[in-house]
């Protein structure tokens, strides 16, 4: 039986919370919710996100990694390839659709900088390579956090993706 949109917005957000709970990893754990409720999977794309949590490998100084895992997703689906790498043009669909991505990423989170939405939503930022504020995040909630922020993020592409296939077609 197919799927509403919103029972598929749903599953996103779900699963991006469960996976980041139980596997850790935001750009991977929000991948696989989108993979998963669209029923594609490209193995190649998870696993090439495999060092973007916490706005790149652990930092907090880079974006949040939801944002670019499933920027990726959008990316995949709506590629510049390499018989075409020579038109500068060839990624404006990629582009404009994780653009709208980052406009609602940073309207609801008010950046897209990890560090700016661990402060915003924790009240502060963790330094997640050092054990004391690694134990520290955890014992505040951050996985709560940003298994929401996964969720969310996950929502939020899965809606642009279904918008975009909905479409007629040129």
């Not at 406009?103 to 054990?131: H, P």
Request: charged residues 30%; proline residues 2%.
């Amino acid at each position: 039986m197919k799927k509403s949109r919103e029972e598929l917005l749903n599953q996103a957000f779900e699963l991006g919370v469960k996976y980041e709970k139980e596997n850790t990893g935001c750009a991977q754990t929000a991948i696989a919710a989108i993979f998963e409720t669209l029923d594609i999977w490209n193995e190649d794309v998870f696993k090439a996100a495999s060092g973007l949590a916490d706005g790149l490998g652990l930092t907090g100084d880079g974006a949040c990694g939801s944002l670019v895992g499933v920027s990726m997703v959008i990316s995949w689906l709506y590629p510049r390839e390499k018989k075409n790498f020579k038109d500068m043009f060839a990624p404006m669909k990629a582009y404009g659709l994780v653009k709208k991505l980052h406009d609602q990423f940073v309207e609801r989170y008010g950046s897209c900088r990890c560090y700016d939405v661990q402060k915003k939503l924790m009240g502060r930022t963790y330094n997640l390579w050092n054990q004391k504020e690694l134990n520290e995040a955890f014992t505040s909630g951050m996985m709560e956090h940003c298994s929401k922020v996964v969720g969310n993020a996950a929502r939020l592409a899965v809606e642009i993706i279904l918008e975009e296939r909905e479409k007629p077609q040129k």
